[in-house]
């Protein structure tokens, strides 16, 4: 029995030594690093494809809740100064020579009136304006919000509409 136990021992001693040799050469084998580490990088992008994904999702709620700030605020605003509009008429006089019943040229003078509009801005303008900021919030999200007090004035010369066209044409202003 004590043969068959040492060779059993003995066995087990060289798989042991084949099974340490083997992990051995795993371990100092550049191949097997290189996978190791594919395999450790692969396994890593499942967790960044999810951070890349709540981000992504974050960023479109962010736009979203501005958005829905802005639109319950009013949105945009464009403030422009006053503006004289004066719509006037121009008289255009044609010439037309036709033949009449005696075979003779007769002119005629077709009338037109073509309809025009002047656009006079201020000779002086005036702005007063008070503008304060706050800060708007839904859930995690912040928007900056404007409201602003404005005072307007402004002074017109006497528009001449008459330096538009030449002296010849005849205007008429309603």
């Known amino acids: 029995m004590t043969d068959d ?4 021992s003995g066995l087990i001693a060289r798989s042991a030594a084949a099974l340490k040799s083997g992990v051995e050469r795993i371990r100092s084998s550049v191949l097997c690093r290189f996978a190791m580490i594919g395999a450790i990088v692969l396994a890593m992008l499942v ?21 829905e700030i802005a639109g319950l605020w009013g949105g945009a605003q464009t403030l422009i100064g006053p503006v004289l509009v004066l719509p006037y008429r121009e008289k255009v006089v044609a ?4 033949l009449d019943k005696l075979g003779r040229w007769k002119t005629t003078d077709d009338i037109a009136w073509l309809e025009h509009t002047a656009i006079a801005l201020p000779q002086d303008l005036d702005l007063d304006i008070d503008l304060q900021t706050s800060r708007r919030n839904r859930g995690i999200y912040e928007a900056l919000v404007y409201t602003a007090d ?23 202003i309603d």
């Open 5 to 8: 136990t040492n060779i059993i």
């Open 150 to 172: 404005v005072a307007v004035a402004a002074v017109f010369a006497k528009p001449e509409i008459a330096k538009l066209v030449d002296e010849k044409t005849e205007i008429e």
């Open 47 to 67: 967790p960044l494809s999810m951070v890349e994904d709540v981000v992504f999702e974050r960023a479109a709620r962010h736009k979203a809740v501005l958005a």
């Open 95 to 98: 010439e037309r020579q036709a």
